[in-house]
């Protein structure tokens, strides 16, 4: 893959070096000659990239809604507060299913339709959780994706605001890279690039595709819900905004939450910068790239294709928004991660192993 990340293609040049340099070196190796990984754009092309992208908007903008299709005229319900108080059992702590700054959040069983769903109750007493309301109901009827959370409905009834959403069974990403059960197995590589590359193409709908494009703001382990199979879905969309996406800083500064679990600790701390402070350093030194991997993996992970997750995240941590990689370059890069399976083999003398 030629562009911003030169370092996606075959080399046979895996093995002592454990697959290279750093991440400086890996970015210098020159284009790729494997086409399934698609077209980029080269770094120092981004400027006239995102002046192209801007004079052609008008043609590439998806609507939010389309015109036809499936999703056509979806609606969100208006629900009464006595139909979710029933469905939640009363709001019964054993059907609390999480907590945020905003609120709670319950699983509920809708008695007309025997729907199962997930019912967040904003905090009454807060001007900022009556806000999020609003906002979210504005996008989330506006916004349809895969790989966004679908909003079912609402209640608005006197000070309760209440928003339902589809039940994803497999709880959020957090839930499985944090404080594990000694009988849970931690995920594998090939579903953490598998989320990865799903999260990304969410953002990628919110910023090039929909019309007008949304600024998410906040991309975290615990708003990227897990539906069946590990399919990745964003949520949470109190803090997004309307507007043209020109700085890239809330995916850089998230995008390598999914392979490390030490990443994701510090985006627990307030403010986004304690993340970069924490791995920037890092990419210095090609001995500490094992580091930002999940000492839960255990080693089990393809040297190469670790290298190749930290060569997009070196480039999204740019400090000037202009070198940073357009978001579907992004999704490009994450994308051939993801269908890139590796099997591990407890009997290699190295934890790489040939991908595809």
């Known amino acids: 893959m030629g562009g911003c990340f030169p370092c996606f293609g075959s080399s046979n040049e895996e093995g002592s070096n454990n ?5 400086k070196e890996l970015s210098k190796k020159g284009s790729t000659k494997d086409a399934s990984v698609g077209k980029s754009h080269h770094v120092n092309r981004v400027n006239s990239d995102k002046s192209k992208f ?66 967040k109750q904003l ?12 906002v979210e109901v504005l996008m989330l009827c506006l916004l349809h994706h895969t790989n966004l959370v679908n909003l079912i409905g609402y209640c608005a009834n006197g000070d ?15 839930d499985h890279l944090h404080d594990l059960p000694l009988d849970k197995e ?12 799903g999260a990304a193409k969410g953002l990628e709908y919110l910023h090039d595709k929909a019309n007008p494009p949304v600024i998410y703001r906040d991309l975290k382990s615990s708003n990227i819900l897990l539906d069946e199979g590990y399919h ?15 700085d890239k800083t809330h995916v850089s500064t998230r995008v390598m939450g999914t392979y490390g679990r030490k990443a994701i600790d510090n985006m627990r701390a307030p403010g986004e910068q ?68 590796y099997e591990y083999d407890p009997n290699s003398s190295s934890n790489s192993r040939t991908q595809g």
Request: charged share 20%; aromatic share 8%; hydrophobic share 40%.
């Open 160 to 174: 309760q605001r209440l928003l339902v959403y589809e039940f994803m069974p497999l709880g959020s990403l957090e």
């Open 54 to 119: 801007r004079s052609t908007s008008n043609s590439k903008k998806e609507p939010a809604v389309p015109k036809d299709g499936p999703t056509a005229n979806i609606a969100a319900q208006t629900f009464t507060f006595r139909e979710l108080a029933t469905a939640t059992k009363n709001f019964r702590p054993e059907c609390l299913l999480g907590e945020g700054g905003f609120g709670h959040v319950y699983k509920g069983r809708l008695e007309s339709t025997g729907q199962v769903i997930a019912v």
């Open 232 to 246: 990745p879905k964003l949520s949470d969309f109190g803090l997004a905004k309307l507007g043209p996406v020109g």
């Open 274 to 341: 304690n993340l970069v402070a924490w791995a920037r350093p890092l990419f210095k030194d090609r001995r500490k790239f094992p580091k930002m991997a999940d000492p839960l993996l255990q080693g089990r992970y393809p040297m190469r294709g670790l290298y190749q997750a930290l060569a997009v995240a070196a480039m999204c941590l740019q400090e000037q928004a202009a070198t940073r990689p357009l978001i579907g370059d992004v999704v490009t890069a994450l994308t051939y991660l993801a269908s890139q399976r």
């Open 123 to 134: 905090d009454r007493n807060g001007l900022q959780g009556n806000r999020e309301f609003l």
């Open 186 to 197: 931690p995920l594998d590589w090939n579903t953490r690039m598998k989320i990865a590359a």
């Open 19 to 23: 697959g290279g340099g750093s991440v």
